[in-house]
């Protein structure tokens, strides 16, 4: 037996093994992408780890049912807040007084 033969029976038992195997015949070794096309995909298991549940805000609550008077204690001390600052000066300044209007005067 030749080389060449022996050759051509392993290239024939290498096809039949990757037909037998489930794999890719690349006598070449060319590259495919067919490491690629057999990962997993990631967007399932991306979207499966946050849960798709909606959070109710207090301020829906408040809309939906304006009765009941809840009050916001963030909301609350933001606005005292804010209220302290304006006393000090520090509050946001009123329409058309910010910075650019006073950099086109100059």
């Given at each position: 037996?030749?080389?060449?033969?022996?050759?051509?029976k392993?290239?024939?038992?290498?096809?039949?093994?990757?037909?037998?195997?489930?794999?890719?015949?690349?006598?070449?070794?060319?590259?495919?992408?067919?490491?690629?096309?057999?990962?997993?995909?990631?967007?399932?298991?991306?979207?499966?780890?946050?849960?798709?549940?909606?959070?109710?805000?207090?301020?829906?609550?408040?809309k939906?049912?304006?009765?009941?008077n809840?009050?916001?204690?963030?909301?609350?001390?933001?606005?005292?807040?804010?209220?302290?600052?304006?006393?000090?000066?520090?509050?946001?300044?009123?329409?058309?007084?910010?910075?650019?209007?006073?950099?086109?005067?100059?």
């Amino acid at each position: 037996m030749s080389t060449t033969q022996a050759t051509s029976k392993l290239a024939l038992i290498n096809k039949i093994s990757t037909a037998i195997f489930g794999n890719v015949y690349n006598p070449q070794g060319i590259r495919t992408g067919n490491k690629i096309l057999r990962q997993r995909l990631v967007g399932p298991t991306i979207n499966s780890y946050y849960p798709n549940v909606k959070q109710i805000k207090l301020r829906e609550i408040t809309k939906m049912v304006p009765e009941m008077n809840l009050i916001d204690q963030g909301e609350k001390t933001r606005l005292e807040d804010l209220a302290e600052r304006k006393k000090r000066g520090k509050g946001p300044p009123k329409k058309g007084q910010g910075r650019r209007s006073t950099l086109k005067k100059k």
